[in-house]
């Protein structure tokens, strides 16, 4: 049974072109999304599309960082930093737009942005299909597509209101060209304090980049200005589990040996620290 067009991808199916052509748009047909000249790409039964075929991605989650990370948003304890993009970004667009959330994960920003924006569409982009499967149906305004974004994006130009990047990678130069010239980019990212607590005790755990704030300034500067930037921060009560799942999330669960997660190390509370930078497109 091929699967049909999920409603979700059919609300944002315009935003989309073939990204062997690049220019040219997709329409639905058997299971897959097709451009005119006879491209083919895949819409998963869990209901994201497959745009990424015959490449290999260069990075993202997989099925146990995945895990860990849907277990560990769960909980809640990063919905201030939620509160704080979903605020950045009704700040930047009326109720109606289109929301592309880039490495969107399991897509608890994007549902949440989306919450707050009765009108909009959201698109969420990612490599792991892990995530996808969750991103999928995260939200019923939430479409879910399979991407590198280190690749140009399959996306027309000026198609969003708002490019949502929550600790993932960046393209600031594909995020100018996707963006409407009065949209916002929103970048949230960790500052020096982010899981101190973790990081003392993990020596493989991965440091935050002192320098990390003046190379993305450096990337972004061409292509955007601050409009505002917001810093969130506060402690968080931690059981065994949460610990495991903040550590496992993470690129330094690569690194973590199962001999650095025993012993009673992990931390009972944790600070969390991140910047929210709402951007304009110069
Ligand atoms: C730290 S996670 C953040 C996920 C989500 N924004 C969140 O905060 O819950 C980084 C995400 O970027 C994705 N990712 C990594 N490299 C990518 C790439 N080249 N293109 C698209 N997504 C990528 C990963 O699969 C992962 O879902
Ligand atoms: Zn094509």
């Keep these: ?11 944002s199916l315009d935003l989309l072109r073939c990204p062997t052509c690049r220019t040219r748009r997709l329409r639905p047909g ?19 599309a497959s745009l990424l075929t015959g490449t290999r991605a260069t990075s993202g989650d997989d099925a146990a960082m995945v895990q860990a990370r849907h277990r560990f948003l769960s909980t809640g304890a990063y919905a201030p930093i939620l509160e704080v993009g979903a605020r950045l970004a009704v700040d930047a667009q009326s109720e ?41 149906r995260a939200h019923d305004r939430a479409a879910a597509v399979a991407w590198d974004l280190f690749r140009p994006f399959p996306l027309a130009d000026g198609a969003a ?8 990678p960046r393209n600031p130069a594909e995020f100018h060209r996707v963006l409407r010239p009065t949209g916002r980019l929103i970048v949230v990212r960790p500052s020096g304090r982010h899981l101190a607590e973790l990081r003392g005790r993990m020596s493989a755990m991965v440091t935050v980049d002192p320098a990390k704030e003046q190379r993305l300034h450096r990337a972004l500067n061409p292509f955007f200005e601050t409009v505002v930037t917001e810093q969130v921060e506060y402690a968080v009560p931690l059981t065994k589990l949460d610990a495991l799942d903040l ?36």
Aim: aromatic residues 6%; hydrophobic residues 45%.
């Design 161 to 168: 209101d708002v490019v949502l990047d929550v600790f993932a």
């Design 247 to 282: 550590v496992g999330m993470t690129p330094s669960a690569r690194h973590v040996s199962p001999a650095d997660l025993a012993g009673g190390v992990l931390p009972d509370r944790v600070t969390v620290s991140v910047l929210a930078t709402a951007y304009r497109p110069r």
């Design 96 to 136: 109606q737009g289109t929301v592309v959330d880039v490495g969107c994960g399991t897509g608890y920003y994007l549902a949440g942005v989306l919450d707050q924006l009765p009108g909009a569409r959201g698109l969420g982009v990612d490599t792991s299909v892990r995530a996808l499967r969750l991103a999928a």
């Design 30 to 48: 058997h299971g897959a999304l097709l451009c005119p000249v006879g491209h083919t790409f895949d819409i998963a039964r869990h209901g994201y």
């Design 1 to 11: 049974m091929p699967v049909s067009l999920p409603p979700a991808l059919d609300l």
